[in-house]
């Protein structure tokens, strides 16, 4: 028999599993290239030259030391190259040593819960959220508290602020959003900023902030992700390089500490404990090497955006209604029926996404536009059958035309 609590994250956890399991045995019956997969976040845009380049340079070298253990934080010269990319994302002086390289960012955000929380405390974040933070809260004994945003998925600070209570040790945000590929305005962060100042005063200790940023450099329209930095002092950046070098399988990112946060060299030794004792031991030696050298490159961006472009239209033409991605590769469209039916009625045109209810947001979808235009396209009538069967609440026999 499993751990009961692991019996239940695989009960809560089982919408995205699901859609992968429903979409094997779609291409299975059907062919995977009549399938529209919209269900996982998977980066498909090649990764920029050079990390080709210095994959090959690095392999090339065959020194002994090339795999060995190295400081729990990282390689000095790996940390020093994150430090000078922190830099000049947040505005904000940085040092090799308020940086530590982990096991992408979702290594980064449970070794600063292990390093913060105590057992009962809380961590608030909006919702809807990625799905995994509840599961990284209480893997340490903190208890996940989602706050719901506002209808167009901006930041609700009133409503964070009711959330803020006595147990509240930290506030997690994700911008660019996934699932909604909301970006959060300068004004929304500089807000957040002095209420959680104003809350800290009053608790007597700091209340953190966790800016969780691997969509940073995947936005749209000629915007900017701000600053966190500039804004709050007890503050955290984790990101990794999953999408912007589109790198996912290799666990690569980093832990940027604030430089004028409370307590920092207290935090920071127990960020780096924290990174041994998970098990994670140090982020790959490898993929160190390689973020270092690649740290300020970038895959094309243009080519999500013109997919978000084009599966905007369609999801316009369908008669859906959305708020438009800044960022990331995802959109979130608000259901005509109950989010989980629409899905079965998307299936049944051959096109996967995910409950919106798998991300705290009943009503909605989210759909993963990291897959190739023509599979986008060929999206299109099947989008408008299903939404036209959602509103006559008719009969769905599936179709073999989509």
Not at 352 to 361: D, I, K, M, S
């Amino acid at each position: 028999m499993i751990a009961a609590r692991i019996k239940e994250y695989l009960e809560r956890a089982s919408w995205i599993r699901k859609m992968f399991e429903e979409g094997a045995r779609l291409k299975a019956r059907y062919g995977a290239d009549r399938v529209c997969d919209f269900s996982l976040g998977n980066p498909d845009v090649p990764p920029p030259p050079e990390v080709s380049e210095a994959l090959r340079e690095i392999v090339s070298e065959d020194r002994p030391e090339l795999h060995a253990y190295m400081p729990n934080a990282g390689f000095p010269f790996a940390r020093e190259a994150m430090a000078r990319k922190v830099s000049r994302e947040q505005g904000l002086e940085v040092s090799a040593e308020e940086v530590i390289l982990t096991c992408g960012a979702a290594g980064g955000l449970n070794i600063i819960f292990k390093a913060l929380l105590n057992p009962g405390e809380e961590v608030v974040f909006p919702s809807p959220f990625f799905v995994e933070y509840g599961f990284y809260v209480e893997n340490h004994h903190g208890v996940p508290r989602p706050v719901p945003t506002r209808e167009d998925f901006s930041l609700d600070l009133e409503a964070l602020s009711a959330a803020i209570g006595p147990r509240t040790r930290a506030v997690l945000i994700n911008s660019p959003h996934n699932p909604t590929g909301r970006l959060y305005p300068e004004e929304d962060i500089a807000r957040l900023g002095e209420l959680l100042r104003e809350k800290s005063r009053t608790l007597g200790r700091p209340v953190y902030l966790i800016s969780d940023e691997p969509y940073r450099n995947l936005v749209f329209d000629g915007r900017r992700t701000p600053s966190v930095f500039l804004h709050y002092e007890a503050s955290f950046v984790v990101s990794s390089f999953s999408k912007e070098l589109s790198l996912p399988g290799e666990r690569i990112g980093f832990v940027a500490v604030h430089p004028e946060m409370p307590g920092k060299e207290e935090v920071l030794s127990a960020l780096i404990l924290a990174n041994r004792i998970l098990g994670f031991v140090n982020a790959p030696a490898l993929a160190q090497r390689i973020a270092a050298r690649c740290a300020e490159s970038l895959v094309d961006v243009s080519v999500y955006e013109r997919r978000r472009d084009l599966l905007c239209e369609i999801l316009s033409e369908a008669g859906l209604e959305y708020v438009r991605p800044e960022g990331a590769f995802y959109v979130f469209p608000r259901t005509p029926v109950d989010d989980v039916e629409f899905c079965r009625l998307l299936q049944e045109e051959l096109i996967l996404a995910v409950p919106g209810r798998g991300f705290g947001a009943p009503g909605h979808i989210r759909l993963a536009f990291c897959v190739d235009e023509k599979i986008i396209e060929r999206s299109r009538e099947g989008f408008k059958r299903a939404v036209e069967k959602a509103r006559k609440g008719g009969p769905s026999d599936v179709s073999t035309s989509a």
